[in-house]
């Protein structure tokens, strides 16, 4: 069984940085492609960002782009997710997901699919 287990969230004011990591178990790291998530109160979930299973291409959603970076270390099982220059919108729950296939793939991805964790709130605060 897949476990998949989100950290670093927080509360952090407008402009502040923050990084979150996402380990996976209970498979081999390297077979997945991973991705972030994130779900604001009274929306659905959008796609942020995601990651090939080598490491060698990456994808963002416009709204991030340029502010967010999706990184991954094989060797410790973990994703991160750098965020720099917060704004209140970027107020939600992020999850991760992890995936076999294409990095590509996870920007379209049905919710229902992949290896989800327990998410971790992050506020921005104007």
């Known amino acids: 069984q897949v476990h998949v287990l989100e950290s670093g969230g927080g509360l952090v004011q407008a402009g502040d940085s923050l990084r979150l990591s996402c380990t996976v178990s209970?498979?081999?790291?390297?077979?997945?492609?991973m991705g972030w998530f994130r779900q604001a109160p009274g929306k659905e979930r959008e796609f942020v960002t995601s990651?090939?299973?080598?490491?060698?291409?990456?994808y963002y959603a416009n709204s991030v782009k340029g502010r967010f970076t999706i990184s991954r270390d094989n060797p410790r099982n973990t994703v991160y997710l750098t965020m720099n220059s917060l704004k209140p919108e970027d107020t939600a729950v992020y999850y991760c997901?992890?995936?076999?296939?294409?990095?590509?793939?996870?920007?379209?991805?049905?919710?229902?699919?992949?290896?989800w964790g327990q998410g971790t709130q992050v506020t921005v605060s104007s």
């Open positions: 997901v992890a995936r076999v296939g294409t990095g590509r793939a996870l920007q379209t991805m049905d919710l229902n699919d992949g290896d």
């Open positions: 990651m090939s299973a080598t490491g060698m291409s990456t």
């Open positions: 209970g498979r081999t790291f390297s077979d997945y492609a």
